[in-house]
Nanobody, 125 residues
Framework: QVQLVESGGGSVQAGGSLRLSCAAS????????MGWFRQAPGKEREFVAA????????YYARSVKGRFTISRDNTKNMVYLQMNSLNAEDTAVYYCAADPYNSGKYYSPTDFGSWGQGTQVTVSS
């Protein structure tokens, strides 16, 4: 299992940027696909971005493509989500997730088995 702790959330004005970090522990991190999801009040948890275990391939939700960038550093057991040009619709709790089985599926919460506790991102317009 991989244990995950997110950080870096906060409040920002529209147009601003934030960088989320996810610290992972566990022997399987470097071989796990990683993802970011978010959940706004009253809405279901939705896919934001994912990255393969090697970092070679990344995937994005249409709503964030071109604004968000996912990256990882396997030497530090870290995953990052750089978020630029934020808008009010990005307000949500953001969760880091791990798939140690590398199922090759990234878009549903059920594709990931380990989750962090979440970090709040609030964008004011």
């Amino acid at each position: 299992q991989v244990q995950l702790v997110e950080s870096g959330g906060g409040s920002v004005q529209a147009g601003g940027s934030l960088r989320l970090s996810c610290a992972a522990s566990g022997r399987t991190f470097s071989s796990s696909a990683m993802g970011w999801f978010r959940q706004a009040p009253g809405k279901e948890r939705e896919f934001v971005a994912a990255i393969t275990w090697s970092g070679r391939n990344s995937y994005y939700a249409r709503s964030v493509k071109g604004r968000f960038t996912i990256s990882r550093d396997n030497t530090k057991n870290m995953v990052y989500l750089q978020m630029n040009s934020l808008n009010a619709e990005d307000t949500a709790v953001y969760y880091c997730a791990a798939d140690p089985y590398n199922s090759g599926k990234y878009y549903s919460p059920t594709d990931f088995g380990s989750w962090g506790q979440g970090t709040q991102v609030t964008v004011s317009s």
